[in-house]
């Protein structure tokens, strides 16, 4: 006879419930185990947890000079156009202008501002 997800799902959670009580009960008896040892050997949170950082005497670090800010970047004026396509004269050349200079044109035909 198969189960059904129902059935096996009322059964995980049945589970999950009996395996928190466990680990609930496992937990106890563990802290108990510890306060006993700390208890008979005398330990301290420092012994078992380590001391606090203690600054050794020296010289002051120089004080952290402010980051220097970057001027935030305008827009940058179009250079260079053939009616459609446009090219501010940064970075590499675009594939439009790169292919009308291997066909023949110059560059100072696509300059702005210029009569072509």
């Not at 040892?37 to 020296?58: C, H, M, N, V, W």
């Not at 952290?64 to 009616?83: F, T």
Request: hydrophobic fraction near 40%.
């Amino acid at each position: 006879m198969a189960m059904r997800l129902s059935q096996i799902e009322a059964q995980i959670k049945k589970l999950q419930a009996e395996a928190a009580s466990l680990r609930q009960k496992e937990v106890a008896g563990v802290v108990a185990r510890i306060r006993e040892a700390i208890r008979e050997y005398g330990l301290t949170a420092d012994q078992l947890f380590g001391s606090p950082a203690r600054k050794k005497p020296g010289p002051k670090p120089a004080p952290e000079k402010p980051a220097k800010k970057r001027a935030k970047a305008g827009k940058v004026a179009i250079k260079y156009r053939d009616g459609e396509n446009t090219w501010t004269g940064r970075g590499n050349k675009p594939r439009w202008l790169t292919a009308r200079l291997a066909a023949g044109e110059k560059i100072e035909d696509f300059v702005v501002g210029q009569a072509g």
